[in-house]
């Protein structure tokens, strides 16, 4: 175990401050190297497509993403292999450079994301002609943008990072002709899809796109518009489902989807219709430039939506092209943060996944917008068509609905990176639910506050499949219509619910950026979750403290009831269910005490007097005696301890998400007693302990082990997860295998990402601040950073050899709360960095 971890007495702690002083003094003269943080992927043979997913179902495999945070384009190359022409459809893959577009608000009346359509890029002569003797196919991350290239000619494709807009260049030592063709992914007539919404109410359909020309203006236009005939409306339906028909007319504002209508449209000097969807050149030249504008709205008519977008596509041709503001995003985006390790090749790999997942988020997501980042393949799920009940474009596993283990991921490595408005778009999909889950929740349990279970719709109702049954087919002695079937998350208000962890991070964001603003805009959230605990278990023990009752310890343990559909319904009692799970409990420690350390302007006296009572009555965090040993519980009390039904680790939620036992608040918080947790992962032979050892996927132990300074074990994890392949059919590095998701997973890279910056700077959540370096990292790995500390606390340096080359902080006062950490090496023995 010492080998394992370090030593945790006075040997493993940091110097006093007066020596970290003049420590830092010395090292912030030196200054930290600049590295460029953005990298390139480069392919030079094409990818032969189309590709065959894990399901065997036809996708583009050689697309690289392009975005701004809210529109994305996946970008390939077509040409060089047989013509596809999919049973049913007028859809081909041209020989051209094409690319998906799509955005994060195009959703279908379900919910689903709907991609906006193909555009193709047609040269003559043909640029992928006769096998050119060059090609090159090349993603620079550094200004996000796609550069495909043969022997005949150039093409360029962006995302502008300041507008919905996807602008592409084309360019030839030789005189082209260039035809510009969109093609929709969808039928021409109303279909059914795989949305996986599940209201029971059969296939689910839609309304086709439309393509239509502008020919008074050259262009092409083609839009998705929700109508009232497409099955099911999703918001409206699920309302009455679940028993809160009685709100529908109240809620209205928080139905996103209804008559929502998102296109693009399409034009270029130089070039006129030749069809409804083509745009074709007027004349042979060496150098063409496409506009692609995109909206997404809800309007009263289609003919509001078409001239908005007409209006947004002529204010964009007024404008200069805007690469250079472009360029000047990406470049303060890369400048933010950075890790890069060196040593050895597959610390190469490590540097490279680490800032390409950074990259995918940020393209991604960004708080002008609400809708978070897909677990289950992103946007850029590559299916090609036809759209059927099970398999097409918009078809992915786990539907629709949003999974909070599995969202959440992505953006635990934000802050660190300096990247709160990528992070921010989180919070402001709980802050579009408020309203809803406060009426439901008055409506259900007759007092205030707002809750979550894990797997909800996007407006924030249950999963209407985990919902079950009617809330009209319940009665007295069935189960009651406040409550989902699902056994897996009945009960989970806590832990897997978000609804603590979502309050919890908005805290998060107060702490590492200070911004008042965001705090009051957020602080709704914070106060909804202590409300509803509050409020919620009436029942005291002996002591006066809360009883969490009925509850369920994750996915992992829940109340044993053979069927819980059954009639009469079987009611939770203390022989079949599960007191004070770990998770609900700690977080509500955790909570509380952020919660009380907000300044007085945000928390007036009487509410916070009532937050001070709520938390002298919470619950011990469960701990059990075993072999003689003292390790963390999943629960305090549970009649069946080794029934467990998923793989997490609920007695490790103490660490992460919740940061209460880590080393940096054993070593600079509340100094307290960590060693239970660093049994839990190193030492025990139960089985939701060694759950911690699994490493793919959604999987929590690469971060238990980080914040627990576990440096080996964070290691080997590390660059396990580094190593892994992309998903099958799929040659983009950062698109990775499904695991229990979909591809391309959104956890997997995003959970090394976190654990990484973790193994560098941890956070000690304590009142001042505080955060440690090089908490749980290996001496063997050199490496330049520029990382975010709390209070606006940026961090830059650098290690070589197991000796801190330089170090600097900013504002430079902040350095007495830095403290520097001895790294480990590989033969366990702590090394000093400095003297």
């Known amino acids: 175990l010492a080998q394992a971890h370090g030593s945790l007495t006075a040997g493993r702690t940091v110097p006093p401050a007066c020596c970290s002083m003049l420590l830092a003094i010395g090292l912030f003269l030196l200054g930290a190297a600049r590295i460029s943080a953005a990298v390139i992927v480069s392919w030079q043979t094409p990818t032969k497509e189309p590709s065959l997913n894990k399901d065997r179902q036809f996708i583009i495999g050689g697309g690289m993403p392009i975005g701004n945070g809210h529109s994305t384009a996946l970008v390939f190359p077509l040409g060089y292999d047989t013509p596809f022409h999919p049973n049913g459809t007028d859809f081909e893959l041209p020989s051209s450079v094409s690319f998906f577009v799509n955005m994060a608000t195009a959703m279908a009346s379900d919910t689903s994301l709907f991609r906006l359509g193909m555009v193709s890029l047609q040269t003559k002569p043909d640029m992928f002609s006769g096998r050119p003797t060059s090609f090159l196919q090349k993603l620079d991350t550094a200004s996000a943008t796609v550069t495909i290239s043969t022997d005949i000619a150039e093409v360029r494709v962006w995302v502008d990072a300041t507008a919905d807009v996807v602008r592409a260049e084309v360019s030839s030592s030789l005189q082209l002709e260039l035809t510009v063709r969109v093609q929709s992914v969808h039928p021409s007539t109303p279909f059914k899809y795989d949305g996986g919404f599940g209201l029971g109410k059969g296939a689910t359909t839609s309304e086709p796109d439309e393509i239509r020309p502008d020919v008074s203006a050259e262009a092409v236009v083609i839009s998705h518009r929700n109508e009232d005939s497409d099955e099911p409306a999703a918001f409206n339906d699920t309302l009455r489902q679940q028993g809160l028909a009685s709100l529908i007319d109240q809620l209205q504002g928080s139905d996103h989807w209804r008559h929502r209508q998102f296109g693009m449209r399409l034009s270029g000097p130089g070039l006129k219709l030749v069809n409804s969807s083509a745009l074709t050149s007027e004349s042979p030249a060496n150098r063409f430039s496409v506009l692609v504008s995109l909206h997404s709205n809800q309007t009263e008519t289609a003919e509001l939506f078409h001239r908005q977008l007409a209006a947004l596509h002529s204010s964009h041709l007024l404008e200069a092209d805007g690469r250079a503001e472009h ?299 075993e072999d003689g040993v003292l390790r963390v519980s999943p629960y305090s009390e549970y009649p069946k301890n080794n029934e467990t039904h998923n793989s997490e680790t609920p007695e490790l939620y103490s660490t992460h998400p919740f940061r209460h036992f880590t080393l940096g608040r054993h070593t600079l918080g509340k100094r307290l007693d960590i060693m239970p947790s660093i049994l839990c992962m190193t030492n025990s032979s139960r089985r939701t302990c060694r759950n911690s050892d699994a490493n793919t996927g959604w999987t929590q132990g690469v971060m238990n082990a980080a914040l627990l300074g576990l440096t080996p074990i964070a290691k080997n994890m590390i660059i396990e997860r580094a190593q892994q392949k992309p998903a099958e059919g799929y040659r983009f590095p950062a698109f990775a295998q499904r695991y229990q998701d979909y591809e391309p997973s959104a956890d997997h890279f995003a959970n090394m990402n976190t654990a990484l910056n973790w193994m560098l700077l941890q956070p000690a959540d304590d009142e001042f601040g505080s955060a440690l370096l090089f908490g749980s990292w290996p001496c063997e790995w050199d490496v330049d950073f520029r990382l975010w500390a709390p209070l606006n606390t940026r961090v830059d340096g650098s290690l070589r050899g197991g000796k801190l080359r330089s170090l600097a902080v900013t504002p430079a006062h902040r350095m007495l709360d830095i403290y520097v950490v001895n790294c480990l090496p590989a033969d366990g023995e702590e090394q000093v960095m400095y003297t």
């Not at 919070?427 to 309203?435: A, D, N, R, V, Y």
């Not at 009051?520 to 959230?525: A, C, M, S």
């Not at 278990?537 to 009831?561: N, V």
């Open 327 to 625: 360029e000047r995003w990406w470049q303060q985006f890369w400048d933010r943060s950075w890790i890069y390790v060196w040593g050895a090749p597959f610390l190469d790999v490590l540097s490279q996944q680490y800032a390409l997942t950074r990259y995918v988020q940020a393209i991604q997501a960004r708080d002008s917008h609400w809708v978070p980042i897909k677990f289950n393949g992103m946007q850029f799920t590559a299916q090609l068509p036809p759209e059927t009940a099970s398999s097409g474009p918009s078809s992915r596993a786990w539907g629709a609905n949003s999974w909070w283990q599995n969202t959440r991921l992505p953006y635990g490595n934000m802050l660190a990176t300096g990247d709160a408005d990528v992070y921010g778009n989180l919070l402001e999909f709980f802050l579009q639910m408020t309203s809803l889950s406060q009426a439901r929740t008055l409506l259900y349990f007759n007092h205030t506050g707002t809750f979550y279970t894990e797997t909800k719709t996007l407006f924030g109702t249950y999963r209407p499949q985990d919902y079950g049954r009617d809330a009209s087919w319940r009665n007295g002695s069935t189960i009651p219509v406040s409550l989902e079937e699902n056994p897996y998350i009945h009960f989970d208000f806590g832990g897997n619910g978000g609804t603590t962890e979502i309050a919890f991070m908005v805290l998060d964001h107060w702490l590492y950026t200070q911004d008042q603003q965001a705090l009051r805009r957020y602080l709704p959230i914070v106060a909804g979750a202590i409300d509803f605990f509050r409020q919620h278990y009436k029942d005291r023990d002996a002591d006066g403290k809360m009883t969490i009752f009925p509850t369920q310890a994750l996915e992992t343990y829940w109340c044993d009831w053979k069927s819980p559909y059954a009639v009469p319904w079987p009611m939770p009692n203390k022989s079949n269910c599960i007191t004070n799970d770990h998770p609900t409990v700690v977080s509500l420690h955790v909570l509380l005490e952020k919660a009380l350390m907000l300044p007085y302007d945000f928390v007036p006296a009487a509410q916070r007097a009532e937050w001070k009572e709520f938390q002298a009555i919470l619950p011990d965090i469960p701990m059990i005696e």
